[in-house]
């Protein structure tokens, strides 16, 4: 997992869904589905599929500690009292670790959140018979609510597993409102009205010395992340989904061509004097510069925009008015057209190791309207959002959360999980860092930066 994740956990109708009964090795038990806008204690119409489950008791594993843990746990309060089961709740900082430990030595947790595509992958490998398939109403659930590349990334082998939990969005722009308004300038909605944008910004305020973009890629021994994030957004926009999984497999080459376009693209921003780094100092300055303080010049008017997750807004100085009218805020990284919307992200995924009634319900539970709003309305600080489209926004307390559901919960749109998170660790969280750093720091071609990372894939 990037050091950076570990910033972002810091951080309607109600309908019948008909579901499929559980598979021949489970009792004759219906699997529960629900939608609408959550239940209110007492109100237990949308949990009636679920049945009985008095005295059954399901436990959960993740990789989430106190006091993180304690709005996931009042979110089960109301599949607790409309079902009659009771959820024990169980984080570890060695989750990644220990997992795997438990699944060896016939100690499976019932559900487990697992942080990354790449980890269900390796369990599914290694613990083909301790890991179950998806439940029917959690496969129904996802179908629903979730655009198709989330089932994707919970899928091994052509069976799914995992159903995603929560979710945070990177396909955003930083800027200042107020700075915009003052210029006339209005928000991109295209990647071509974005870099029309940045001329335009050049051409009002470069002889003052007041630049487009302002950046940093600093991150301790994890330097060089942020500089991967922009490659994927731009993989994402200019070669599509496609190609984008395949990049991650190393079925297309870090040194192809469609590749070597995104960061040509990336380069045009990152490497052009003209552009960056505003507030800060040349090219060279945005891999010296941490990336926690990589936007803060919009605050002081020497740069207009800074690309990062949504998770960043953490990490504006105490006081400051993150929202749409307010000191600072966020516009959707734009495709290259209006209608092409992919969104960069990650998020967690719900996956089963026993075949019970009860841990089936749950199951589908979690990957329900009803858990998704009853979460948010037990995270009152925000900070949290998920891709379920039926997540009421309303539930939500932050400006920004409510932005990047609006993007998650488009179900057309494609999301791609953070490529360097699925890739080798040598790779993902070992060259691809590098070498973007050695592009930025020592401006090494974007030809010798390619052809090194794939030459480190194993």
């Given at each position: 997992?990037?050091r950076?994740h570990?910033?972002?956990?810091a ?5 019948a869904?008909?579901l499929?009964a559980?598979?021949?090795d ?8 629900g939608?609408g806008?959550g ?6 119409a ?6 009985d ?5 399901v436990?959960?594993?993740?990789s989430?500690?106190?006091p ?13 009292e ?12 060695e ?26 992958k ?21 179908d ?10 919970g899928t091994?082998?052509g ?8 979710a ?16 006339g ?6 990647y071509?009205?974005?870099i029309?944008?940045?001329?335009k910004?050049?051409?009002d ?7 487009p ?9 994890a330097t060089?992340w ?7 957004d731009l993989v994402?926009r200019?070669?599509?989904i ?14 192809d ?25 040349d ?19 020497n ?16 006081g400051?008015d ?6 600072v ?14 969104v960069?992200g990650?998020g ?9 009634p ?13 858990w998704?709003?009853?979460?948010a ?9 998920s ?6 926004p ?8 409510k ?11 494609d999301?791609?999980f953070?490529a ?5 660790g040598?790779v993902?969280?070992?060259?691809f860092w ?19 990372i ?5």
């Amino acid at each position: 997992m990037k050091r950076h994740h570990v910033v972002a956990i810091a951080s309607s109708v109600t309908l019948a869904l008909s579901l499929a009964a559980c598979g021949s090795d489970t009792p004759e038990k219906p699997e529960g589905s629900g939608t609408g806008t959550g239940t209110a204690s007492g109100d237990c119409a949308a949990y009636e599929s679920y049945g009985d489950l008095s005295g059954k008791t399901v436990t959960v594993y993740t990789s989430i500690v106190a006091p993180e843990d304690q709005p996931h746990i009042d979110s089960y309060k109301p599949f607790e009292e409309c079902t009659g089961a009771s959820i024990k709740y169980e984080g570890s900082k060695e989750f990644e670790t220990q997992l795997q430990v438990r699944l060896k030595a016939g100690n499976a947790p019932d559900i487990a959140y697992i942080p990354q595509p790449g980890l269900l992958k390796t369990i599914v490998g290694q613990f083909p018979d301790s890991i179950v398939e998806a439940s029917a109403g959690t496969s129904a659930n996802v179908d629903k609510y979730y655009a198709a590349s989330w089932k994707g990334y919970g899928t091994v082998d052509g069976k799914f597993y995992a159903a995603p939990l929560g979710a945070n969005v990177k396909s955003f722009v930083w800027y200042s409102p107020s700075m915009f308004a003052d210029n006339g300038y209005e928000i991109p909605k295209t990647y071509d009205e974005l870099i029309a944008l940045s001329d335009k910004i050049v051409a009002d305020h470069g002889a003052e010395g007041i630049k487009p973009w302002c950046a940093g890629i600093g991150s301790g021994e994890a330097t060089g992340w942020p500089a991967t994030d922009w490659l994927e957004d731009l993989v994402l926009r200019e070669a599509g989904i496609d190609v984008y999984n395949k990049w991650i497999t190393n079925e297309v080459k870090f040194n192809d061509p469609q590749i070597a376009a995104a960061l040509g693209k990336v380069g045009a921003i990152l490497k052009n004097d003209k552009y960056v780094n505003g507030g800060i100092g040349d090219v060279k300055s945005i891999a010296t510069t941490e990336f926690q303080d990589g936007g803060l010049p919009i605050l002081d008017g020497n740069c207009f925009m800074h690309r990062q997750a949504s998770f960043y807004a953490a990490n504006w100085p105490e006081g400051t008015d993150v929202s749409e009218e307010g000191d600072v805020f966020a516009f959707y990284f734009p495709g290259m057209t209006a209608d092409s919307r992919p969104v960069l992200g990650g998020g967690e995924f719900v996956a089963a190791f026993a075949d019970r009634p009860e841990v089936a319900a749950f199951q589908a539970y979690l990957s329900s309207p009803e858990w998704a709003n009853a979460k948010a309305k037990a995270t009152p600080a925000g900070g949290w959002v998920s891709a379920n489209s039926g997540l009421d926004p309303e539930n939500l307390v932050s400006p920004i959360d409510k932005l990047s559901f609006s993007l998650l919960s488009d179900t057309s749109q494609d999301f791609g999980f953070d490529a360097s998170d699925l890739m080798p660790g040598n790779v993902g969280a070992g060259s691809f860092w590098t070498e973007m750093t050695s592009w930025i720091a020592e401006n090494k071609s974007d030809t010798q930066v390619l052809d090194a990372i794939q030459a480190s894939w194993k």
